[in-house]
Every structure is written in C-alpha cells, then in structure tokens.
T-cell receptor, first 107, second 115 residues
Framework: GQNIDQPTEMTATEGAIVQINCTYQ??????LFWYQQHAGEAPTFLSY????GLEEKGRFSSFLSRSKGYSYLLLKELQMKDSASYLC????????FGTGTRLTVIP | NAGVMQNPRHLVRRRGQEARLRCSPM?????VYWYRQLPEEGLKFMVY????????ESGMPKERFSAEFPKEGPSILRIQQVVRGDSAAYFC?????????????FGPGTRLLVL
C-alpha cells in the first residue's frame, strides 16, 4: 500500500527558513516530487528527487533519504508569496499525493 | 506552447444531473491524469489514461464516474446523477511519457458545485 505523512499546517516568519517534512511508505518507489499549490489554484511542480541527497534550486531545496523513507522541502528567505500548500508526491507511479502542508508566512 | 486546458472552469449542477469535465493535455503529451480535491483536503488520484486506454482507474468510485481519452479530442471525466458530495475541484494533469519519474503539468481545474 501507499502512505504519505506531512504536517498539516506550519507558520513561519518572512525572511526565515522553514523545513517541511514528508515521510512515505510505499510498495514501489520511483522518485519523490514536491508541488506548490496556492489557494484556489492548480499545483505547480517544485522539485524531484530520485537519488539520496540534497537538490538545490534557488531559494528551494529538497532532500531525500530512500532508506528512511523521508524527504524534506527547505524554503529559504521566506516571502509572503510562499504562503501556500506544499504537496509531497511519492509512491508507485507517482500518483499518490500527501494531504499537503499549509504554510502561512507572517510579517 | 499552451498548457493543460480544462473547461469549464466552474460548473453548477443540481442533484441527479450529469457533469462533463473536459481536459486538453499539453501539446505533445499523451498521458492524462484526473484528480479530485475536496475543500481543505489534498489531491486524490482518480484515473490515469493514455489515448484510447485506461491505464489505472484504482481511484475512481465504482459507480457514476467514468473517464475516457479518445484518439481525437479532449479527455472527458463524466459524473452521472451527481450528489452534493461530488462538489469539489477536479484537476487534470498531463505528461509526455508515463508518470514514472515524469513531471505532471496541471490544468487550472474545474470547480464543480452540486446544489
């Protein structure tokens, strides 16, 4: 079966760093995606990890540990526009999303 | 290059009516996925289609829901005899190859409201 766990909500201050964790259990693994979804909008792709380690892309970085079934998304220099839900997507065929972490950035 | 297109963006139906949601994948993409998102919840996979084939429909409710992706034209998600619980945002995504290790590009969604 598939199971993905993320915190439901997080709050962080503008300019700070925040780490959003995701743990997964799956019968098959083909990489882990992170998507961003602003309220009322469609999800947009952020990052993809298939090998262990850290992938950096500007202010956003994503980390994967396959042995631990664990990933995190790191957001640096937070901006107000980063307030959104962050969806972790893993599992066989990458069709199984977590419920998302709703991040609120406060001044 | 146009992105994934969905129409209508908003759809209002009364209980018992039929809802038809359309999705045109990104140009060059032959794989389509449908997801449902209830208010305040995450995306739930419904069905994965290629042209003229249903690859995975494990997330589709057993009754009233059907999907197709014909050789020509958009993919259609059809909901018969809608009930209030069907009110949700329905997102379509597409990819150029199979979903394994492939980024999905999402459409803007269709927001269905059942009165």
């Amino acid at each position: 079966g598939q199971n993905i766990d993320q915190p439901t909500e997080m709050t962080a201050t503008e300019g700070a760093i925040v780490q959003i964790n995701c743990t997964y259990q799956t019968s098959g693994f083909n990489g882990l995606f992170w998507y961003q979804q602003h309220a009322g909008e469609a999800p947009t792709f952020l990052s993809y990890n298939v090998l262990d380690g850290l992938e950096e892309k500007g202010r956003f970085s994503s980390f994967l540990s396959r042995s631990k079934g664990y990933s995190y998304l790191l957001l640096k220099e937070l901006q107000m526009k980063d307030s959104a839900s962050y969806l972790c997507d893993g599992g066989a065929n990458n069709l199984f999303f977590g419920t998302g972490t709703r991040l609120t950035v406060i001044p | 290059n146009a992105g994934v297109m969905q129409n209508p963006r908003h759809l209002v139906r009364r209980r018992g009516q039929e809802a038809r949601l359309r999705c045109s994948p990104m140009k060059g993409h032959s794989h389509v996925y449908w997801y449902r998102q209830l208010p305040e919840e995450g995306l739930k996979f419904m069905v994965y289609l290629q042209k003229e084939n249903i690859i995975d429909e494990s997330g589709m409710p057993k009754e009233r829901f059907s999907a197709e992706f014909p050789k020509e034209g958009p993919s259609i998600l059809r909901i018969q005899q809608v009930v209030r619980g069907d009110s949700a945002a329905y997102f379509c995504a597409s990819s150029s190859r199979g979903s394994l290790q492939e980024t999905q590009y999402f459409g803007p969604g269709t927001r269905l409201l059942v009165l």
